[in-house]
């Protein structure tokens, strides 16, 4: 494990309260393997209440009360149906400060979709481009934000189900590692795919 990576590690075992051993941390691959063994080691307090239908409410009633769109908002909706690319720069931040939470922030591709996925250096090594955000769809944005807000709208105390979990961990590389919410997949190798080392 790198210095990032224990880190990492660190700042995960002081917001859930646990420890996690050597041996199982050098298990530990992939974003979804953190979650599993975050998750074994605290207990849940399941209730009635939905986190993502809760924010997925905030996010339709915020898009009609700015009236982005008449037409029905699902959560496969795509974010481009409710905004168009000229539009979007202004009405993200109104959507951001109606729904009152954090949203991804926007990127190049995201004003432009004629850029390239990729940036060359000297006409040879290859950076890849942030994905666009606006390419998602509401369910992605629903976790996404939740992701971002983590602190707002879930109680450390009183996890209730492993999505919440998986939630504040991929807030924690978000914030800690300065990785866009966007390219956090649960199934991510940390090292590989993330650049943690």
Known sequence: MGLDSVELLMSVEDKFGIRIE????????????????????????????CLTQIVFYRIRKAVRNLKLTDKEIKPGTKITELLSQT????????????????LPELVALDFNPELGSHVKIFGIKTIKRTTPVSSGTIRELIDWTIA?????LIDIEKITNKYEVERIIIGIINKNMGIPISE???EHSITNDLGID
């Open 22 to 49: 050597d041996s199982e941390a050098e298990k530990i691959y992939t974003v979804q393997n953190f979650v599993d063994s975050v998750y074994s080691k605290i207990i849940t307090n399941p209730n009635e209440k």
């Open 87 to 102: 539009e979007l720069k202004e009405k993200w931040h109104l959507l951001k400060t109606e729904i009152g939470l954090e």
């Open 148 to 152: 971002l807000n983590e602190e707002k």
């Open 184 to 186: 956090i997949k649960l």
